[in-house]
């Protein structure tokens, strides 16, 4: 396996784990390709991808060609055995995916068909899905649509966010892809075509869809926020002023008033009243301020009553 000449696609931290699998188990990985740098805050810092810091710190090869659709000739030189592409975030070529001999296999985190796209795992928790997992697949030209090769599912608990998510199915297909390489390269796998009349998609979180909407049920709303949580995290609006809420847990109030209404003030969190019942926000971060707890919050006024009866637009 170490002549195997493996080309490797990723972007973010989910990426990490899978290449640092590799690079572990001694495979050869002879080029990493990356999205290109970006230029963050109000001082336009340069930024590299979490898969381009790793690269650099195990002396690996990077590639980070603007639109890879046109400058791919970089990786066909390099005369790859095969390309591994974890959350890379740019649609393959043809050529690219025809070229390498075993092929051209994508991890995936869902379980497939179901959740195709670049947010599946934010939307499995936002959906209320008990449970997802990770596909690893042969590539073809069209979104996640490709023959699937091998599947495992996890739980999602009821105390994950995306974070968590995030960092269990990176684990989770680290140990996947060298579990099943070596089966790859051997041929020694069932193809799996997608039923297409499965498919669902899981398109990437637009700012429209970072808005809490409390017009849906306790469970819903519930489902939102963890879904976002750490990034880019849900907000509301409240006087005015934005307001990023992080955690929540459902109430059990049936106290009457609008949605999206506080209604009920507790030790650690705020009730909001929500098309079926409430939602008690326990975290959360006004405009311009710091995270913090609403235990805190509420410690920290000089009338907490004065709340009641706000509303969250």
Do not use: W
């Amino acid at each position: 396996m170490e002549k195997l000449k493996i080309v490797y696609m990723g972007t973010p931290n989910f990426s990490v784990g899978p290449l640092q699998s590799l690079i572990e188990n001694k495979y050869n990985v002879v080029l990493v390709v990356t999205q290109p740098d970006k230029k963050v805050g109000r001082k336009k810092e340069i930024k590299y991808s979490e898969v381009k810091e790793y690269a650099i710190k195990n002396n690996l090869k990077i590639f980070q060609p603007e639109n890879i659709k046109n400058n791919y000739e970089e990786i066909l030189k390099l005369e790859p055995d095969i390309i591994i592409t974890c959350a890379y975030g740019q649609i393959i070529p043809k050529q690219l995916l025809d070229y390498p001999k075993y092929g051209c296999i994508n991890i995936h985190a869902s379980l497939l068909p179901k959740l195709r796209g670049g947010a599946p795992i934010h939307k499995a928790i936002i959906n209320g899905y008990d449970k997802t997992g990770v596909t690893i697949m042969y590539m073809d030209e069209k979104m996640d649509s490709g023959d699937i090769i091998y599947q495992k599912e996890i739980k999602i608990e009821e105390s994950d966010n995306v974070g968590t998510l995030f960092d269990k199915l990176s684990i989770l297909g680290s140990n996947m892809i060298i579990e099943i390489l070596p089966k790859i390269i051997n041929n020694d796998i069932k193809r799996i075509k997608q039923d297409e009349n499965e498919v669902t998609y899981a398109y990437n979180i637009t700012r429209e869809e970072e808005k809490l909407d409390f017009n849906k049920t306790s469970r819903q709303v519930f489902n939102h926020i963890r879904g976002l949580n750490p990034f880019p995290v849900s907000y509301s609006i409240l006087d005015e002023k934005k307001v990023k809420i992080y955690e929540s847990k459902i109430g059990d109030s049936n106290k009457s008033g609008k949605t999206g209404e506080i209604i009920n003030l507790y030790k650690d969190g705020i009730g909001v009243k929500t098309k079926d019942g409430e939602i008690i926000i326990t975290t959360l971060q006004f405009e311009g301020k710091k995270k913090i707890n609403v235990k805190d919050y509420l410690n920290g006024l000089q009338n907490k009553e004065s709340i009641l009866g706000k509303k969250f637009q």
